[in-house]
């Protein structure tokens, strides 16, 4: 009777120490199932991370392309604001030459009057020192003219001169100037714009890198974290139901504390339990 009670006592504690056991599996599978659910949404938001990623390789390629269209545009520019300066230079050395020119045609115009007035004064002596006559006279009054009229005329293509000099030096220098000023100011407006289209793109694009790498090492770090986890549950799993831990109420004798073993089997179940489940909170 005795030995008897004690076998009926060993299969209850075996039933109730199943029945923990089962719903420990239980437990665990739905903890290993959420896991794998968090594993696969991780892994999900990782391949978007990629995608993103992947994306923004190209807009920055992308961005690159505009990078170097842009610095061929300054090139083109600053190509344009040295043909600018040549042409500039060249024409300050035609308004130099135009200026010799008229500064020649002054000093030979003092010359011719200086010649004119040597001769008046020299035809002033003769008349002054010679008779009278008429056929002389009206040579010299001849010649007066003539040389009035030569004075004039050279006087009026002197003037003619000197206007044509000074309204091409100033139509040259007001177009020259105007046009050079214009050109050089609106190279510069396109300099500026297009190099700070390039610094908002260049810093557009290196935020937005450093964005995307955190979030992919965010969920890097979040996998490899779940992975880890999964791999503790799957080995608490395979520890606590691998057969060699599983008691066989046939092999065990009466005498065998078999309630002492099963309890502390139980107990170490329940520890690793509640360490899973914290862990997975």
Not at 130 to 138: C, F, Y
Not at 148 to 162: A, F, V
Not at 166 to 181: F, L, P, V
Not at 212 to 224: I, M, V, W, Y
């Amino acid at each position: 009777m005795h030995d008897g009670g004690i076998v009926d006592s060993n299969k209850s504690m075996y039933a109730n120490g199943d029945k923990s056991l089962r719903e420990e599996n239980l437990r665990l599978r739905e903890v290993a199932s959420k896991c794998e659910q968090r594993l696969h949404a991780a892994e999900e938001e990782l391949q978007h991370l990629r995608t993103s990623l992947s994306t923004c390789e190209a807009l920055l390629n992308d961005y690159h392309g505009d990078a170097a269209m842009q610095a061929s545009r300054l090139h083109t520019l600053n190509e344009r604001l040295k043909k600018t300066e040549s042409d500039r230079e060249r024409s300050q050395i035609q308004l130099d030459d135009v200026e010799q020119r008229l500064l020649e045609a002054e000093h030979r115009n003092r010359i011719l009057e200086d010649a004119l007035q040597s001769k008046e004064s020299q035809k002033g002596d003769y008349v002054a020192s010679t008779p009278v006559n008429t056929k002389q006279s009206s040579k010299l009054g001849e010649c007066d003219q003539q040389l009035h009229l030569d004075r004039e005329d050279y006087s009026g293509q002197n003037s003619q001169l000197n206007g044509s000099a000074n309204i091409g030096i100033s139509k040259d220098q007001n177009i020259t100037g105007t046009t050079n000023n214009e050109l050089i100011q609106e190279l510069r407006r396109e300099l500026c714009e297009a190099q700070n289209e390039k610094k908002q793109i260049e810093n557009r694009t290196e935020i937005r890198l450093n964005d995307l790498r955190a979030q992919l090492n965010q969920a890097d770090a979040t996998n490899r974290s779940l992975q880890a986890y999964l791999t503790f549950l799957k080995r608490s799993y395979a520890s606590v139901f691998q057969p060699d831990m599983l008691i066989n109420p046939s092999l065990i004798s009466p005498c065998q504390p078999i309630a002492c073993s099963l309890t502390t089997q139980l107990t170490t179940n329940n520890t690793i339990s509640k360490s899973t489940h914290r862990e997975c909170v």
